[in-house]
């Protein structure tokens, strides 16, 4: 099965870019999320360097990639620094087989883009630590400019930062190539096995999160929740409706 190793740049103490009352770890985290929800139907093992808002090292993002053997690393961002559009990175040193996958994800990205009338910035190469220090192909995307009100925009509209995810997600599973699961066969009985979510946690009990995603992509759920957040007979109300209503 492919190995995909998705990575909410920044967390914890390190914010990332701020600007227009967004913070850059968030944005990663959530478009990661909304990524390995897209995957959920794909036959990939999606792991998240993380699921909370952690500190995490550079080293750290790099050994979880290289001790599981992934196929990918793909690292996510959010721009900062007065441009607009997206831009995506191999390392200086990448081989054909990095700058091909990536060239797969970011053609894509570019029509999503150019569709929502933003700019591609290019193709581009640097020697930053995710993509030097991991041993698979690696790429680093780029996301809108936290610090552009009309980037901002963008980034705050759930139809069009899903669409992202769904974008990102797409290129990745083009690129390697990624089937479809395939449809469990009925038993004897007549009854049908339940496809288990193949999304691969770090720590036991984390693969909740891959949940949360689904239902937040799918436009169930808004917000942050994390796995153990109670919940309340109102929230549990909105969720049945929303279910109801469809
Ligand atoms: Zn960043």
Known sequence: MIKLV?????????????GNGLVEKNLNLELSM???????????????????????????RCDIANNLGADLFCSLHTNSGGGTGFESFIHTSAGTKTESIRNVIHDMMA??????????????????AVLRNTVMP?????????????????????????????????GIVKALGVPLKSPQPH????????TPFTYQSMTPGQDFFSEIA???AEG????????DDPVTWGELAAVINRLRDR
């Not at 990575?7 to 914890?12: F, V, Y």
């Not at 999503?112 to 290019?122: A, K, L």
């Open 6 to 18: 998705l990575d909410p740049g920044h967390g914890g103490k390190d914010p990332g870019a701020v």
């Open 34 to 60: 909304r990524v390995a929800g897209k995957l959920a139907d794909y036959d990939a093992a999606v792991t998240l360097t993380r699921s909370f808002d952690t500190d995490l090292s550079l080293d750290e």
């Open 111 to 128: 029509d999503y883009y150019n569709s929502v009338g933003f700019r591609d910035r290019g193709k581009k190469r640097a020697d930053f």
């Open 138 to 170: 690696a790429v680093l995307l780029e996301n809108f400019f936290i610090d552009n009100p009309k980037d901002a925009v963008i980034l705050k509209d759930v139809i069009f930062f899903d669409r992202l995810a769904e974008v990102i997600a797409g």
């Open 187 to 194: 038993g004897e009985q007549g009854s049908s096995i339940t």
């Open 214 to 216: 689904r239902l937040k």
């Open 220 to 227: 169930w759920l808004n917000g942050e929740h994390q796995p």
